[in-house]
């Protein structure tokens, strides 16, 4: 029967760690948004990391036999846990995160303010030397294809001539 109780106790815990790691995705999907196919693999990741737990848990506790009570135990904990802390957490350390960062890149962006100007002067410099040898070479080309042209044109006619002195 003690064992019964731990047992009941070690899933009720790990219902309540279950939704806490969860809770976790939660606040970083707040902090940082992302699309579909990213969340979608962080919940197949989450499942296979939750599937291995209560795996081993089972294994560890009862030889690998699914005892409905630990089940219920382990529901009873996550819901416990969404009741009473996983509203406010995900609320509040998503929100405190997210001032963090909006700080940090504040300090971020005013640290890098004065090395910005100078870096973006020195790539519209750059990017204007580009354009301008870029002008240079289509010029250069289409002049070579003008010769090539009247090379060609030079040589037709020369070759008339010669035909109709044949002829």
Known sequence: MLNENEFLLHAFLMGIYITFVYDILRILRRVFPHGGFFISLEDICFWIYCAIKVFLLMYHESNGTLRWFAVFGAI???????????????????????????????????????????LLRLLRRLREKAARAARRRAVKMQKNRELRRGKVKKKLTFLKKALRMKL
């Open 76 to 118: 009873a904990g996550m819901l416990l846990y969404m009741k009473l802390a996983s509203p406010f957490l995900v609320k509040y350390i998503s929100m405190l995160l997210q001032k963090l960062l909006c700080i940090v890149a504040k300090l971020v962006e005013l640290v890098l303010r004065p090395l910005l100007r100078p």
